[in-house]
C-alpha cells in the first residue's frame, strides 16, 4: 500500500512539476511544494497512524480572531 502512495505522489510530481519549471513559474512552483509536503506528511500519517493535529481547530481559531 505504501508503495502505491508513493507512487501517485511521484506521478503528481511527474505532471505538475515540468511545466511549472518550463515556464518558470517559481512562486507557483514554491506554493505546489509546500501544500505537496503537508499532503505527503498527512498521507504518511494517516498510513503510519501518527498523532495528527486537526486542521479545523486552528481554521477556528484563525476565523474567531478578530482585530
Known amino acids: 500500500m505504501i ?5 501517485i505522489f511521484l506521478v503528481i510530481i511527474l505532471i505538475d512539476v515540468p511545466p511549472l519549471v518550463k515556464q518558470r513559474m517559481w512562486k507557483d512552483l514554491a506554493a505546489f511544494s509546500v501544500l505537496f509536503i503537508i499532503g505527503v506528511v498527512y498521507s504518511l500519517g494517516v498510513f503510519y497512524d501518527w498523532p495528527l493535529p486537526n486542521p479545523v481547530k486552528g ?8 482585530p
Open 3 to 7: 508503495i502505491l502512495l508513493i507512487f
Open 59 to 66: 481554521l477556528e481559531m484563525l476565523f474567531r480572531f478578530k
